[in-house]
């Protein structure tokens, strides 16, 4: 009998050269790292006693000339209204027409002690910010009562007010 050597040989893999590849590598990595930072933040919501994740809230944008505003409408919480990290109120510089007029769909179904809102908003000046705000909140009341619409279309506060500075043109002197 022949006795046959078996021989293996090592090939080495080529680096991943395609973006597709290089995709999957990275992909690849990340699934790695994930699992034992999510369990981290887990672990710190239940230390804290607290898990935002599930807390339930309403949301909507609205938006006027350049002004854009995300609202979250909260069930639970102590029930105020926060612009950008601020009362309402400090961040209109105390002027109250600004504060009732961001406020006024929550006033105008009388459920303004029944929420906690949470605004982000950006661009254009104080009276947009303003109206932005207000139609934010409408639409979020009407997403978490569909029985307020009526009345808040009624009031125009679901309504999109598209006026926009118009461009400037060149070539024009007057």
Known sequence: MVKKTV???????????????????????????????VSKETEENKV???????????????RRKTAIARVRLYTKGDKNITINDKAIGDYFNRNMEFSTLASAALNRMKVM?????????????????AEAVRHATARALVEFNPDFRKRLKRAGFLTRDSRMVERKKYGILF
């Open 48 to 62: 804290l006693g607290e898990d935002k994740a599930k807390e339930r809230y309403f949301a909507a944008v609205g």
């Open 7 to 37: 021989t293996t040989k090592t090939v080495k893999r080529a680096k991943p050269t395609s973006v597709k590849a290089k995709k999957a590598k990275l992909k690849s990595e990340t699934e790695e790292i994930l699992p034992v930072e």
């Open 113 to 129: 002690d029944k929420f906690r809102a949470v605004i982000r908003v950006s661009g254009g000046g104080l009276h947009s910010q």
